[in-house]
Each structure stands twice: as structure tokens, then as C-alpha cells.
């Protein structure tokens, strides 16, 4: 497009009428993301000298008109001329916005200023976009594989994940705990973030990237509940051996339980107290394990019904507790 300004007739030093100042410019615009590239030309006659050339610049959006004058951004372009160039502007830009520009030529002896009509371009948006294969929590960690794609985006301050108990609070690089993670990238990564979390509760994370100019990109928000501690007794039988005796063959299995302080049984005479671990006898069986383990339980009352339950207390001291069975000792 040719854009033509033809400001003023006048009169020569001499007293002849001078021919008016004519300045042509035409020009296009292709734009990345904090930069463009103006390419065209610019043709003049009647004009003696040329003080200053270029272009100016500036976000869109205002009412007043685009001149030197209106607070812009000025770019020199001292060889524009008849001959097409291309001019390299990468000053006062940021990504997906929208700008005008228009091409101007300040006239050395009269001063005056040329301009080109106004045009419009968009810098490109930069992206970050965030893909997440699985996500896998467990009692007090979570384990996942994601990727992540950048568009525009040439240096990286920090990226990693966030997380937060799940509550109506927002979660950002302000309020969520930071997990780095220098190596994402385009192809799948396995990430764990062990021993940090509370089992059987709700959180939300996401991933996230920081640019040098500490702009930050989200992923969406994933809500994920981490899984409940158990000790999982199955009790196979229960037989009195005698009058005083009896016993149990029992397996334990544990799920998200690391370490164990204390296992076995608690028994009390049924009398409509609660058995818990105050109330009962405690009886240690460390060899409880998944495969299924005999035990005796001696010196018990005859003829009497009891109550038992196995337990386990966790290096926590947070205690596990079986359901009640019941078994009733034998008669003299």
C-alpha cells in the first residue's frame, strides 16, 4: 500500500513559487512476538533536506492521533529511501498486543513532518502449554509424567510445579508450595513428589513457568485426594485350644504404612466397653505379615466370651485398629 502526504506549496529564497513537498511511503509489517519487521520504501520530491526519518510506534487503544508529539515509540530509519528495506524493531513491545505504526520524515530547513497513514498489526501470543499423562498419588506422595511445549518464549527463570491443600484460596507461585523441575520439556518426564503430603486429603496442583521478564504461565489446576493409610487384618480363624487358650491365624496388610512401631492384638472380656488400645491386653505379634501367621493367646478366663482386635501403631504413634471379632473360651 502507497500512503501519500502532500503537506504545503510555498515560495523559494528567490521569490519563485516552490513545488509542494510530496513524501510517498509504502510499507507492510510482519510481527512476532516482542518484535517486528518493516519492510518497504519511501519515495519524496520538493523536499531540499531530510532532518529525521523512521517510524513511531504505540499500543492501540487511544483517541488522540498517532504523531511525534503524542508519547511514542520512535524508530530511525535513516536509509529509507526508493530502495525496499527491511527494518528490525524489537524495543517497547510485548507479545499479543495490538499496536499502530505509521512512517514519518521531518523536512531539515522547514521543519515540517511528513507522515504515512496508520497501520494496525498484533505481535503473536507467547504459550506454554502443559500435558499431563497420569497423576498417580499414594498416601503422602504423588507420581506423574507431563511435557511441556513453548511458543516464543526464549529464556526460562524457573518451572516446576505448585501444590496446595485444596480450599477456596487461588493456587499461584503466591500460595502454593514450589516443586522444581528443570528438565520438562517436550517429551514426557516421570516426576515424583515424595513424602509431602497428609493421606486421604484433597490437594491441587499444577505446573508453571516463570520467563526472565518473571511473567508467569499456569497449566490447568488438577484436583487429586491421596489415599487413605490402612491395616487391612484378616482374621482366617479363631479356635479355643483349651479352657485358656486360644488360637488365631491371622495375615496384616499394610497400605501406605512406612514404618511400624508396635503390631499385634488387644483383647478385654466382652462387657460393653469399647476395646481400644487403653481399655484392652495388649498382645505384640511382630511376625504379622501378609501371609497368613498363627498365634496363642493364653491365660484367659474359662468359659468366657472375650473380644479381640489386631492393631498396629506407626512410627507416628498413629494407631490402626482390626473390627471386633469375638470367640468364647472353653467350659472346665
Known amino acids: 500500500m502507497v500512503f501519500s ?50 517510524f513511531i510506534y504505540r499500543e492501540a487503544g487511544y483517541t488522540d492521533e498517532l504523531n511525534l508529539e503524542s508519547g511514542t515509540s520512535k524508530f530511525l530509519a535513516s536509509t529509507l529511501d526508493e530502495n525496499v528495506k527491511t527494518f528490525s524493531i524489537n524495543s517497547q513491545l510485548k507479545d499479543n498486543k495490538q499496536y499502530e505504526i505509521r512512517a514519518y520524515l521531518i523536512e531539515n530547513k522547514t521543519g ?20 499431563f499423562e497420569s497423576l498417580i498419588p499414594s498416601t503422602n506422595s504423588v507420581q506423574m509424567i507431563v511435557s511441556m511445549k513453548t511458543e516464543g518464549i526464549t529464556s526460562v527463570k524457573e518451572k516446576g510445579f505448585l501444590y496446595k491443600l485444596k480450599t477456596g484460596e487461588a493456587l499461584s507461585i503466591y500460595t502454593g508450595t514450589k516443586y522444581a523441575a528443570e528438565s520438562l520439556q517436550e517429551g514426557g518426564v516421570v516426576y515424583g513428589i515424595m513424602n509431602e503430603f497428609t493421606p486421604d486429603t484433597k490437594y491441587n496442583l499444577c505446573a ?106 506407626d512410627t507416628n504413634d498413629k494407631v490402626f485398629l482390626s473390627d471386633v471379632q469375638e470367640f468364647t473360651t472353653l467350659n472346665d
Not at 513559487?17 to 518497504?40: H, R
Not at 496508520?118 to 502449554?129: D, G, I, R
Not at 484392652?280 to 472375650?306: C, D, Q, R
Request: aromatic letters at 12%.
Open 5 to 54: 502526504v502532500l503537506l504545503f506549496q510555498g515560495c523559494s529564497d528567490d521569490g519563485v513559487e516552490k513545488a509542494p513537498g510530496k513524501v510517498e511511503f509504502d510499507f507492510g509489517v510482519s510481527a512476532s512476538y516482542t518484535s517486528i519487521e518493516v519492510t518497504g520504501s519511501m519515495t519524496s520530491s520538493g523536499i531540499s533536506s531530510v532532518k529525521e526519518k523512521g
Open 208 to 313: 508453571y513457568l516463570v520467563d526472565t521478564d518473571n511473567k508467569v504461565y499456569y497449566s490447568e489446576i488438577f484436583e487429586f485426594t491421596t489415599l487413605e493409610q490402612k491395616a487391612v487384618f484378616t482374621f482366617h480363624s479363631i479356635q479355643a485350644y483349651n479352657v485358656q487358650s486360644i488360637v488365631l491365624e491371622v495375615s496384616l496388610k499394610l497400605e501406605g504404612i512406612a514404618g511400624v512401631k508396635e503390631k499385634g492384638f488387644i483383647y478385654k472380656i466382652k462387657n460393653g466397653q469399647a476395646l481400644t488400645i487403653e481399655t484392652g491386653t495388649k498382645y505384640l505379634a511382630p511376625a504379622l505379615a501378609e501371609g497368613s501367621v498363627m498365634f496363642g493367646i493364653n491365660g484367659l478366663a474359662h468359659n468366657t466370651t472375650y473380644e479381640v482386635r489386631g492393631f498396629v501403631i
Open 112 to 131: 515540517e513532518v511528513y507522515y504515512s497513514d496508520v497501520k494496525n498489526f498484533t505481535t503473536l501470543e507467547k504459550k506454554v502449554s502443559f500435558l
